[in-house]
């Protein structure tokens, strides 16, 4: 950087673009956006048709969170030089953060094409094949950016969270296990881990994972409504409402923790609690199908059959599955 701001304090016109775009990236590298911009607008005053500076540009806007003017700067930035492949793979990764799968997949495959020895590019292609429901797709795209050699934890849970996802608990525990070698504070794959052992009805070694999650991060939400779950298994349901009612804390607008916690009253028999749970879920998600189902349950158990029946029908108009 130092280099950068002496260039640009002597002058220098024929180096200047170059300079500010270089200190953009420093920026960018220490996470000062705002600064990186102000430098990429200097470098773009200086060489409009400075590709790299809209790529720079674009990253930083990209991690304000402003989606739409990075891809701006990424499509100036191909208009400019089409054969830049960071710059499909950065606005790859804007579509991803809106949402928009088809057009990040898109820009992947332009990526790839244009460098398929990116291992990262398999990797953002995967997890965007993930979030569209692709799993298959994304699963041989993050075998390829391992086999690329990309040794990143996150890719190993990616990847793990997919096995967990079809049942294939034991290559999911592998990939979770390997996650936490590279990473040993690495929350989401205790966690993951813990949901796999559960599967596999090892409920006291998937508490033990889910404990180390907590330790690891007291504000993981997701451990605490895990272990809520594994302690509802093992019928320890003080400690699993203990557990429900922290993750109610930290997520207050999460309807499924208050399925779960209803259910566990439900268990004990605290029918008036559960229903209240269960209205909760029910005023933050109206389409929840299980807290109409658990709900009607609790009516019936009630002796309000009525009710029941009508909150059971709804649930099965939402998920005909319910109850099956």
Same mark, same amino acid.
Do not use: W
């Given at each position: 950087?130092?280099?950068?701001?002496?260039?640009?304090?002597?002058?220098?016109?024929?180096?200047?673009?170059?300079?500010?775009?270089?200190?953009?990236?420093?920026?960018?590298?220490?996470?000062?956006?705002?600064?990186?911009?102000?430098?990429?607008?200097?470098?773009?005053?200086?060489?409009?048709?400075?590709?790299?500076?809209?790529?720079?540009?674009?990253?930083?806007?990209?991690?304000?969170?402003?989606?739409?003017?990075?891809?701006?700067?990424?499509?100036?930035?191909?208009?400019?030089?089409?054969?830049?492949?960071?710059?499909?793979?950065?606005?790859?990764?804007?579509?991803?953060?809106?949402?928009?799968?088809?057009?990040?997949?898109?820009?992947?495959?332009?990526?790839?094409?244009?460098?398929?020895?990116?291992?990262?590019?398999?990797?953002?292609?995967?997890?965007?094949?993930?979030?569209?429901?692709?799993?298959?797709?994304?699963?041989?795209?993050?075998?390829?950016?391992?086999?690329?050699?990309?040794?990143?934890?996150?890719?190993?849970?990616?990847?793990?969270?997919?096995?967990?996802?079809?049942?294939?608990?034991?290559?999911?525990?592998?990939?979770?296990?390997?996650?936490?070698?590279?990473?040993?504070?690495?929350?989401?794959?205790?966690?993951?881990?813990?949901?796999?052992?559960? &599967? #596999?009805? /090892?409920? %006291?070694?998937?508490?033990?994972? +889910?404990?180390?999650? *907590? @330790?690891? =991060? $007291? !504000?993981?939400?997701?451990?605490?409504?895990?272990?809520?779950?594994?302690?509802?298994?093992?019928?320890?349901?003080?400690?699993?409402?203990?557990?429900?009612?922290?993750?109610?804390?930290?997520?207050?607008?999460?309807?499924?923790?208050?399925?779960?916690?209803?259910?566990?009253?439900? &268990? #004990?028999? /605290?029918? %008036?609690?559960?229903?209240?749970? +269960?209205?909760?879920? *029910? @005023?933050? =998600? $109206? !389409?929840?199908?299980?807290?109409?189902?658990?709900?009607?349950?609790?009516?019936?158990?009630?002796?309000?059959?009525?009710?029941?029946?009508?909150?059971?029908?709804?649930?099965?108009?939402?998920?005909?599955?319910?109850?099956?």
């Amino acid at each position: 950087m130092a280099g950068c701001t002496a260039v640009i304090q002597a002058g220098k016109t024929s180096e200047m673009a170059y300079a500010f775009t270089n200190r953009c990236g420093a920026y960018n590298r220490k996470g000062e956006y705002d600064r990186a911009i102000a430098d990429c607008d200097q470098a773009l005053k200086v060489d409009p048709s400075h590709a790299e500076a809209f790529v720079d540009r674009g990253i930083a806007y990209l991690s304000k969170g402003q989606y739409d003017r990075a891809i701006q700067d990424f499509d100036r930035a191909i208009q400019t030089n089409p054969k830049l492949d960071h710059a499909f793979s950065n606005r790859g990764l804007a579509y991803d953060f809106k949402r928009n799968y088809d057009h990040a997949i898109q820009d992947y495959n332009q990526a790839i094409q244009l460098n398929p020895s990116m291992a990262l590019y398999f990797a953002n292609r995967g997890n965007a094949y993930s979030r569209s429901g692709q799993n298959e797709p994304a699963l041989a795209d993050y075998d390829r950016a391992i086999t690329l050699g990309l040794n990143s934890p996150t890719t190993f849970y990616d990847r793990g969270f997919i096995y967990l996802n079809k049942g294939q608990t034991d290559r999911a525990i592998q990939d979770f296990d390997q996650a936490i070698r590279l990473n040993p504070n690495d929350v989401n794959s205790f966690n993951g881990r813990g949901v796999a052992y559960g &599967s #596999k009805g /090892e409920i %006291d070694r998937a508490i033990q994972e +889910f404990d180390q999650a *907590i @330790k690891i =991060d $007291p !504000n993981s939400r997701d451990a605490f409504s895990n272990r809520g779950l594994a302690d509802a298994i093992k019928g320890q349901y003080d400690r699993a409402i203990q557990d429900f009612d922290q993750a109610i804390k930290l997520g207050p607008t999460d309807a499924s923790a208050f399925v779960a916690r209803g259910e566990v009253y439900f &268990s #004990k028999g /605290e029918y %008036d609690r559960a229903i209240q749970d +269960f209205d909760q879920a *029910i @005023k933050l =998600d $109206p !389409n929840f199908a299980p807290a109409f189902y658990h709900r009607g349950l609790a009516k019936q158990k009630k002796g309000d059959k009525a009710g029941g029946d009508v909150d059971i029908a709804k649930a099965r108009q939402l998920d005909p599955r319910l109850g099956h």
